[in-house]
């Protein structure tokens, strides 16, 4: 499916955008209520831990004050030989106080557990909100990939970048080991090895590669690419480091690619298209992604209440589309694309300003912020 503006220029992200906006306002519908009951919840916490800290400072001041007072007044008492009386005085003092601050502790562990408890259970349910939508509807993220090999699995993380904004996924690959030969069946590299009946003697040699399990791999998205490759013993280890058309590959911690004798022996082609598979691997190989968390200004956004801030982060994304579209279509008051099938039918689709206006405000002010964001206010 090829998407275009109205004047039938593409879109610069080829995606329904009419149905992400009806998914993007869904979203901030069910969201936003959810954090706002979050924030009371935090601040709930925080009143009960400020209100048990003052009871408990009030007591201390009090057993403070009231010890003192009667270790003030004891002289005559000690003369009298009546120290005992002063002495169980402080004791009971002390017990009653401590005792009432342990009742205090305990109420508010469990009010904080009972908060606890709910704030979890709505962090699960907002992150199963954001994952489809995050999954792929926030444009021109950049998504880094990293895998790693270890006890007979395969495990693997999607960190994506977006302004402020930072997300993680965990991945599911659709093979449970990775070996070299997975990409590239009887791939070698050229080392040095010693040999010889008579005398010793270095000589380069050719090792295959095909049973070298691939151990990890660290790929930001674009054009840099690091793995680990390792055999069964760990005796000939290699990491292959890429950066658009150029590559270093280390045996055992020696440069092979700055070794003019090596470098003779290097199938640069191959070794280009060893790198090409592994990179296209993250795209082809993950079987399902599942959102793990999600990072404001490198702060937890669930946690920390700024879930809200990240929408408005996706909302400046589409405003600019949205005026793109207005731009570039007849109607001012709608957002339209056209699509086009590969059998070259072509059907129009749209949604009106108004439409995502009303959508937003029944959110509230939150939601009359992110329609001034998108640019679909009422004038």
């Known amino acids: 499916m090829k998407y275009t503006f109205q ?92 005792k009432k601050k342990t009742e205090l502790g305990k109420e508010l562990d469990d009010n904080v557990k009972t908060v606890e408890f709910e704030l979890d259970q709505l962090s699960t349910k907002i992150v199963s909100l954001l994952d489809p939508f995050f999954e792929e509807s926030i444009y021109n993220s950049i998504d880094t990939y990293l895998l790693q090999q270890e006890d007979g699995s395969i495990s693997g993380k999607q960190i994506s970048f977006a302004e402020n904004m930072e997300y993680w996924f965990n991945l599911d690959f659709n093979a449970t080991s990775l070996k070299v030969d997975d990409f590239y069946k009887k791939f070698s590299l050229p080392i040095w090895v010693s040999g010889g009946l008579l005398h010793r003697e270095d000589r380069v040699k050719s090792i295959d590669l095909s049973n070298h399990r691939v151990v990890s791999m660290d790929y930001n998205g674009d054009e840099h690419l690091e793995a680990l490759l390792k055999d069964d013993d760990s005796e000939h280890v290699f990491r292959v480091v890429a950066d658009k058309n150029t590559f270093m590959i280390f045996h055992n911690d020696n440069d092979i690619t700055v070794d003019e004798e090596l470098v003779k022996s290097l199938e640069e082609e191959e070794v280009l298209l060893l790198i090409k598979k592994m990179k296209q691997y993250f795209l082809v190989a993950v079987q399902s992604r599942a959102l793990s968390k999600v990072l404001f200004d490198g702060k937890d956004a669930i946690s920390e209440n700024r879930v809200f801030d990240c929408l408005k982060i996706i909302a400046a994304k589409y405003g600019d589309l949205i005026n793109e579209c207005l731009d570039k279509g007849y109607n001012k008051e709608e957002i339209t694309i056209k699509m086009e099938r590969p059998d070259e039918t072509r059907t129009e689709k749209y949604i009106s300003k108004a439409e995502i206006f009303r959508q937003l405000s029944d959110v509230g002010s939150e939601g009359l912020e992110l329609a001034d964001i998108m640019n679909v206010t009422e004038k």
């Open 7 to 98: 004047d039938s220029t593409e879109l610069p992200v080829q995606r329904d955008f009419i149905t992400d906006l009806h998914d993007f306002t869904k979203l901030v519908k069910e969201v936003v209520p959810l954090e706002k009951a979050s924030r009371l919840l935090n601040e709930k916490k925080k009143k009960s831990t400020v209100a048990v800290e003052s009871k408990i400072k009030i007591l201390d001041e009090f057993e403070t004050g009231v010890t003192k007072m009667i270790q003030e007044l004891d002289k005559n008492l000690e003369d009298m030989g009546l120290a005992i009386v002063k002495d169980e005085s402080i004791a009971s003092i002390v017990s009653i106080s401590s």
